[in-house]
């Protein structure tokens, strides 16, 4: 039997949306996306390695890199979103090039075209998400019909957010109020897998989460205690490492002194033996030239030779 995600339709993801949040989804339906193409590429940068193979790739412009270059958005083969720019890869100075799909990681230095902007825009780290959902709402109305499948809840949070920060940025009055509410009335045969539908707005669900809260808040008490705990152990020992340390730095600085007094009686007392030695090779000298005159003056008396 076919899995229920199989049947999504655009009308079916449209009629949910206009029972849902009617306000925003209008603000939507204003802008008329177009400029899809479909274009060969000689290959594609996956992982950081350029993989030589032709394909066909289904394209919506979305923005432009702060140089310039334009980029596009595209469904991959793994159902994955993915961002890329068009790189001219020449195997040889002969080759004229060959047209490669990069990949862009992020979307820092990307200046997006409205409504795409419009969905990063706002509070909360879900930009990306937000811009992912859209992309993959316009890929369905241009006729991909698994842009949707195998992420159905992930696509119904975030089409609705963005959805609703679109309208936010063209100032549209909306009366509905935003939340990730999904209602179990629309789309019954292909939400009754999740757990989403209807929960959070009943008083058990809002127990429930007090209770959860209420248990988050003891885990981070304690974690947190824990945590001043072990610093309050690391500062004490640090300051004992440290008392330890200044103390032998003073023995070390003491026997230093010791040493250098030593050195210099040392070096007084090499100094003396200098000095003796001078005089006693001097007395020398002298106790030798006094030799030397007695032995002339011996030889030079007749019958005497010493």
């Not at 897998?193 to 008490?221: C, F, H, K, S």
């Not at 330890?244 to 007094?261: A, C, D």
Request: aromatic share 8%; charged share 25%.
């Amino acid at each position: 039997m076919p899995s229920p995600l199989e049947h999504i339709t655009l009308e079916d993801v449209e009629s949910w949306a206009k029972v849902e949040f009617p306000g925003s989804f209008a603000a939507l339906r204003a802008w008329k996306c177009t400029g899809f193409f479909e274009r060969p590429f000689d290959g594609a940068e996956i992982d950081g390695d350029i993989v030589l193979q032709s394909i066909l790739i289904l394209a919506l412009p979305v923005g432009e890199t702060s140089a310039g270059t334009s980029v596009f958005a595209r469904i991959a083969d793994n159902n994955d979103v993915e961002l890329f720019t068009t790189t001219m890869h020449a195997r040889n100075q002969v080759d004229k090039g060959l047209a490669i799909a990069t990949p862009i990681k992020d979307t820092v230095g990307i200046c997006l075209h409205e409504p795409f902007k419009f969905a990063i825009e706002g509070n909360g780290p879900a930009g990306v998400d937000r811009l992912e959902a859209l992309i993959r709402y316009y890929f369905l109305a241009q006729g991909m019909a698994s842009a949707v499948q195998g992420c159905l809840k992930y696509f119904k949070k975030y089409f609705r957010a963005a959805c609703h920060n679109v309208a936010q940025s063209v100032g549209a009055t909306v009366k509905e109020d935003y939340d990730d509410t999904l209602s179990d009335k629309t789309l019954p045969d292909h939400t009754a897998y999740t757990n989403v539908a209807g929960i959070r707005d009943t008083a058990t669900a809002t127990r429930t989460l007090n209770a959860q809260l209420q248990v988050m808040d003891e885990i981070y008490g304690d974690f947190k205690a824990s945590l001043m705990k072990q610093s309050s152990e690391l500062q004490a020992a640090d300051k004992n490492e440290m008392t330890r340390l200044r103390v032998k730095i003073e023995e070390q600085q003491s026997k230093i002194k010791l040493l250098e007094v030593d050195q210099a009686v040392l070096r007084a007392q090499l100094e003396m033996r200098k000095v003796n030695l001078t005089a006693a090779e001097k007395e020398v000298a002298s106790w030798k030239a006094q030799y030397e005159g007695l032995k002339k003056t011996l030889e030079g008396a007749p019958g005497r030779r010493l």
